[in-house]
């Protein structure tokens, strides 16, 4: 279960603060498919990024019984002086992870090389994506927060992707952003909707594609 409970978030600016998400409450249990939609600059990237650790909430509470991912192919939490192999022998301290599996793992599905090597400041934010993509799912985590802009690369790395997340991962929970309809419709089973900083929880997916097109 992964419950967020009134999560409030405000940003300083020059005359106050910037409310962009008001009370906001929802549950997921363990396998559920949650697709949060909502217009750009709604909140939503903001509230995967505080249930991912990513960002600190101003308010609220934040409980779960299984492991939760980051946001995936979020590669701001690496360390920019470090090369992505150094980066990922910190990951494999922190987790505990062999890490001579995990590099032939990450080094096949990034796809980059000789380029692991070098200082990850010096990455594209592409190749940044593919290498936090990559650790993101070499770690089973039970539930995976999926912002849609990870789909990055070609169409042979999008589809590795897609087999990687919705096909041998089918068991597990999912927390997915999108501008997609047809991508929600796909892959949830449990739409809500970011509208005026609240969240709208919808009884089917497509009630909250159809509360999206209607704002």
Same mark, same amino acid.
């Given at each position: 279960?992964? /419950?967020?409970?009134?999560i409030v978030k405000?940003y300083?600016v020059d005359h106050g603060?910037? %409310? !962009? $998400?008001d009370?906001?409450? *929802?549950? &997921?249990? %363990?396998?559920?498919?949650?697709? #949060?939609? +909502?217009?750009n600059?709604?909140?939503k990237?903001t509230? @995967?990024?505080?249930v991912g650790? &990513?960002?600190?909430?101003?308010? +609220?509470r934040?409980e779960?019984?299984m492991? !939760?991912?980051?946001?995936?192919? *979020?590669?701001?939490a690496?360390?920019?002086? $470090?090369?992505? $192999?150094?980066?990922? /022998? *910190?990951?494999?301290? @922190?987790y505990n992870?062999?890490?001579?599996?995990t590099?032939?793992?990450?080094?096949? *599905?990034?796809?980059?090389g000789?380029?692991l090597?070098?200082? &990850?400041?010096?990455?594209?934010s592409?190749? /940044?994506a593919?290498?936090? =993509?990559a650790?993101?799912?070499?770690?089973e =985590?039970?539930c995976?927060l999926i912002?849609?802009? #990870?789909? !990055?690369g070609?169409?042979? =790395?999008?589809e590795r992707? %897609?087999?990687?997340l919705f096909?041998? %991962?089918a068991?597990?929970a999912?927390? @997915? !952003?999108?501008?997609?309809?047809n =991508? #929600?419709?796909?892959i949830?089973?449990?739409s809500?909707v970011?509208?005026n900083r609240?969240? #709208?929880?919808c009884?089917s997916?497509?009630?909250?594609?159809?509360?999206?097109?209607?704002?």
């Open positions: 279960m992964l /419950r967020c409970t009134d405000d300083h603060t910037r %409310r !962009v $998400l009370h906001v409450s *929802f549950q &997921v249990e %363990r396998g559920e498919k949650l697709g #949060i939609l +909502g217009r600059g709604a909140g990237s509230l @995967i990024k505080i650790g &990513v960002e600190l909430a101003t308010s +609220g934040i779960q019984n492991s !939760v991912s980051w946001p995936l192919a *979020f590669g701001g690496f360390q920019g002086s $470090l090369s992505g $192999l150094d980066n990922l /022998r *910190f990951i494999c301290r @922190i992870l062999d890490y001579k599996k590099r032939q793992y990450v080094d096949d *599905f990034s796809e980059l000789r380029q090597m070098d200082p &990850v400041k010096t990455y594209s592409g190749m /940044r593919r290498l936090a =993509f650790l993101s799912v070499v770690i =985590f039970d995976y912002d849609e802009v #990870i789909m !990055v070609d169409a042979r =790395f999008y992707c %897609r087999d990687e096909v041998k %991962r068991d597990r999912l927390v @997915i !952003v999108s501008h997609d309809m =991508f #929600i419709k796909e949830c089973d449990r809500a970011i509208h609240k969240m #709208i929880e009884s997916v497509q009630e909250g594609i159809d509360l999206y097109h209607s704002l």
